[in-house]
Every structure is written in structure tokens, then in C-alpha cells.
């Protein structure tokens, strides 16, 4: 047997229970400080602002799944509280337009359900019903004229000096006696 091997368990037999004792001390000691801390008074002297200065959030970012953290978002509450006319203050629509073909957008309509839900007959008697209507307004109006034109003439000849009545005596307003 090595001698060092008697002097290490002699070693061990006093320091095993001292070590022990020693971690009770201090197991004690720790409670008995944490039972005595007043929390919020430690936590209002902690300067935050140094604190976020030493984090870096470069690589807290590198480890956020960004996609998990989208699926989590209530979009109609973000929604909610954005303004959409400061948003659409800041598109510029020409750019928009710009980028749109417009040759595309229009191969994509279909037509035959366009036709079908156009009620096409409304359409043409419309626009048939007002040039008809202003071409029936122009005759009249070259009528009125022609109708004045020949009284001018016939009262010329036949030299009268007093214009006819406007209307018939029946459709004319009665005439307060005097």
C-alpha cells in the first residue's frame, strides 16, 4: 500500500464532512439572503437602458423563425390600426399603373359572360331613344322657325299691322274685363 494513499483517505474523512457542511452554509446563507431582498427596490435601482445596450439584437434576430412568429399575428387587429389613406398617400399610382398590362387584364375578361349579364337591347334602345329624341327636338325647333318664317310673309302680304293671337281663343288665358 502507498503511503499517500493513507494520508489522501485521512484527507477525505475530514474534508468530505467539511465540504458538506460548508454547502449547507451556504445553501442557508443564500435563502436567508433572497428571504431578506426587497425585489422591486433592486429591480427600480437596475439601470435598463445599460442593460438593452449590452444585448445584442442581431443575434437575438438570427435565432427568431420569423414565419412562426407571422402565423401569431392577428392580421384584422394590425389591420385595424393602420391608416390606409397614409398608405395609399405614399403609392404612387402612375408607378402602379405603369406596371400594369393592360393587354392581359383584358384577355382575361370573358366576354360571353359579359355579354350575357349586359342587357344589350336596354343599351341600344338608349342611345337609339336619345338621337332619336334630339333628332325629333332639331325637327321641331326648324319647324317653330319655318312656322314663324311664313307668318312673317303672309302678314307682309296681306299687309296686316296686328300679329295673329299665339294660341287659339279657347287655349288662351282669360282676360280679366275691365
Known amino acids: ?18 465540504e458538506l457542511i460548508a454547502q449547507q452554509v451556504a445553501e442557508r446563507v443564500i435563502e436567508l439572503l433572497v428571504g431578506a431582498l426587497d425585489i ?36 384584422s387587429i394590425l389591420l385595424d390600426k393602420i391608416d390606409m389613406n397614409a398608405v ?5 399610382v402612375g408607378a402602379v399603373v405603369d406596371r400594369v398590362d ?3 387584364v383584358v384577355r382575361r375578361i370573358d366576354m ?15 342611345s337609339s ?8 327636338d332639331l325637327a321641331r325647333s326648324q319647324a317653330v322657325g319655318l312656322d314663324q318664317f311664313i307668318d312673317r310673309w303672309v302678314r307682309r302680304m296681306f299687309r296686316r299691322k296686328h300679329p295673329d293671337p299665339l294660341a287659339p281663343p279657347a287655349l288662351l288665358p282669360a282676360r280679366a274685363e275691365q
Do not use: H, Y
Not at 129 to 136: F, P
Open 129 to 136: 331613344g336619345g338621337a332619336a329624341g334630339e333628332a325629333l
Open 1 to 18: 500500500m502507498d503511503p499517500l494513499d493513507r494520508l489522501r483517505s485521512v484527507g477525505r474523512r475530514i474534508t468530505d464532512p467539511a
Open 102 to 104: 393592360f393587354n392581359d
Open 40 to 75: 422591486n427596490g433592486l429591480a427600480a435601482r437596475v439601470d435598463l437602458n445599460a442593460v438593452l445596450r449590452r444585448v445584442d439584437l442581431d443575434e437575438i434576430l438570427t435565432r427568431i423563425d420569423v414565419n412562426v412568429l407571422l402565423k401569431r399575428v392577428d392580421m
Open 112 to 126: 360571353d359572360a359579359l355579354v350575357e349579364q349586359a342587357d344589350l337591347g336596354a343599351v341600344i334602345a338608349r
Open 88 to 92: 395609399l398617400d405614399r403609392v404612387d
